[in-house]
């Protein structure tokens, strides 16, 4: 952290677990802001899941156990909130509301950025980045996917969240207005939805144009490995197809036949994007 960080001197309550929520306090880390993570006695799933991960996104943040549950807890959480800008939540509408948080961000003039799964009638329907890519067809059936792109597009909808509603608080103090809180909501199912917006117009579903149906823009076996080649713009295309050819069965013969540390010097020689795929 430096003077120059945009978030210095912002304090963030995170009482967020999971994937979402240390996603997005870990960016407003990353900008400055001082982040107290509240864990309940459990401590975070993600934690006893992934300990190194959980490390990484946790880094340079002071993590506090206190239990909710108990009249003790949630006014020593009052008195965290008292001297914080922003409160982060990952919690369904109603579980928020039986600890009274809408009323503590209220009372203390905060920016409430609360991550649930959906809008609407539906938000308090329980929900995980699975069922939210399963609603808007990015899942392939029968497979996992590889990335939570629910979870990791809704944790950086949430950093921006904040941003804009820091924004919306000091212009509402700045016209005199009563100050009160700021909410702003982050809805997975919609950063779901977002996600999914390439496949959705034809770009990448399967056999689109970044789907693999481009013998120049899809991965090839080579002789020891795997190679992803990405040769989508016109004079990429052509300096391959000059080189190896410019069809599938031609491509695929050709990468085949070296071996994947030869594709990678073949690449920086000729100036192409090809990259290795790396496992694990």
Partial sequence: MTDHDPLTGITVISLAINLPGPLAAA??????????????PSGDPLDQTVPEYYGQLTAGQEIRTIDLKEAAGVKELETLVAGADILL????????AALGLPQLVDKHGLVHVEIVGFAGDR???????????AAHSTLVPGTMPTVPVADVLGGEHAALRAL??????????????DAGGIVERVVL???????????RHGLSSPGAILGGGLPVYRTYATADGHVAVACLEPHFAKALASLLGSDHEELERAFVAESTAHWMAFADEHDLPIETVALG
Avoid at 27 to 39: F, M, N, Q, T, W
Avoid at 167 to 173: G, Q, S, V
Wanted: net charge positive.
């Fill in 27 to 40: 960016r407003l880390s990353a900008l400055g802001a001082d982040v107290i993570k509240v864990e309940p």
């Fill in 89 to 96: 939540t990952s919690m369904r509408p109603r579980a928020a």
């Fill in 123 to 133: 938000a308090d329907v329980p929900g995980h980045d699975l069922t939210y890519q």
């Fill in 164 to 177: 804009a509603g820091l924004r919306r608080l000091e212009a509402k103090r700045a016209s005199g207005q």
């Fill in 189 to 199: 199912d919609e950063a779901a939805g977002w996600a999914a917006g390439p496949a």
